[in-house]
C-alpha cells in the first residue's frame, strides 16, 4: 500500500547537469502530474499525463522533459540543470474524474548549483 | 487564465480559537474546489472538496468550508484550532484536468 513513490528524496547538481526524477504508483490511477513548490510560489504545474502514452505542458514546462512509457511511472528529466530549478518537486496522481482528490509524493528536493 | 489567491501568507492563533482561512478563485463555471494541508516535509493531504450541491462542506479534522458563487470564494474554517492544525494550507482549483493552486498559508498555533 505504498501510494506515490517518489526518488530520489534528495539530490545536489551542479549547473548543466542532468537527471530523472521517478515517481511511481501503485494504484491504477490514470492521471499523473507534476509541481514545483517555491517559497511564496504555491505548487505550480510543470507537466501532466492524462494517460500512458499522452504528456502535456502545465504552467512551467521550460527546461523539463517527462515521459509516462508505463501507466505506474511517470517521469521528469532535467536535460541541462540551472540554479532556478533549485526547488521541492511533487508528484501526484488521480484516479479520474475531476473531482477526485490528488494523492501526493513526498517529495523530491532538489538543490542546482 | 484560471488563478486562487490566498491573501493571508501567515496566520497566528490561539489554541482555542476559531480560524478562517480565505481563499478566491477567478474561473468562469463553478468549478472543483479543494483545500489540502502540508505538514513540513511532507505532501499534501485533502482536508475537503466541493464541486457540486451543498454549499457547506465537511472535512476531516474538523475542517468545513464554504463556497460563495457571489464572492468567488471557498473560505476555510475551524471553529477550535488544535496545536496538531499548524501547516501549510493550499487552496486548490481544478479544471480541465489541470489543478491550480494558491500560494498557501502558514498557519502558527499559539499554546
Known amino acids: 500500500n505504498a501510494g506515490v513513490t517518489q526518488t530520489p528524496k534528495f539530490r545536489v547538481l551542479k549547473t548543466g547537469q542532468s537527471m530523472t526524477l521517478l515517481c511511481a504508483q501503485d494504484?491504477?490511477?490514470?492521471?499523473m502530474y507534476w509541481y514545483r513548490q517555491d517559497p511564496g510560489m504555491g505548487l505550480r504545474l510543470i507537466h501532466y499525463?492524462?494517460?500512458?502514452?499522452?504528456?502535456a505542458k502545465g504552467e512551467v514546462p521550460d527546461g523539463y522533459n517527462v515521459s509516462r512509457l508505463k501507466k505506474q511511472n511517470f517521469l521528469l528529466g532535467l536535460e541541462s540543470a540551472a540554479p532556478s530549478q533549485t526547488s521541492v518537486y511533487f508528484c501526484?496522481?488521480?484516479?479520474?474524474?475531476?473531482?477526485?482528490?490528488?494523492?501526493f509524493g513526498s517529495g523530491t528536493q532538489l538543490s542546482v548549483l | 487564465a484560471q488563478s486562487v489567491t490566498q491573501p493571508d501568507i501567515h496566520i497566528t492563533v490561539s489554541e482555542g480559537a476559531s480560524l478562517e482561512l480565505r481563499c478566491n478563485y477567478s474561473?468562469?463555471?463553478?468549478?472543483?474546489l479543494f483545500w489540502y494541508v502540508q505538514s513540513p516535509g511532507q505532501g499534501l493531504q485533502l482536508l475537503l472538496k466541493?464541486?457540486?450541491?451543498?454549499?457547506l462542506v465537511q472535512g476531516i479534522k474538523g475542517f468545513e468550508a464554504e463556497f460563495k458563487r457571489s464572492q468567488s470564494s471557498f473560505n476555510l474554517r475551524k471553529p477550535s484550532v488544535h496545536w496538531s492544525d499548524a501547516a501549510e494550507y493550499f487552496c486548490a482549483v481544478g479544471t480541465g484536468n489541470q489543478f491550480y493552486f494558491g500560494t498557501g498559508t502558514s498557519l502558527t498555533v499559539i499554546p
Open positions: 474561473y468562469g463555471a463553478t468549478p472543483y
Open positions: 499525463s492524462v494517460g500512458e502514452g499522452t504528456t
Open positions: 494504484m491504477n490511477h490514470e492521471y
Open positions: 501526484a496522481s488521480r484516479k479520474g474524474q475531476m473531482n477526485e482528490k490528488l494523492f
Open positions: 466541493y464541486f457540486s450541491g451543498d454549499t
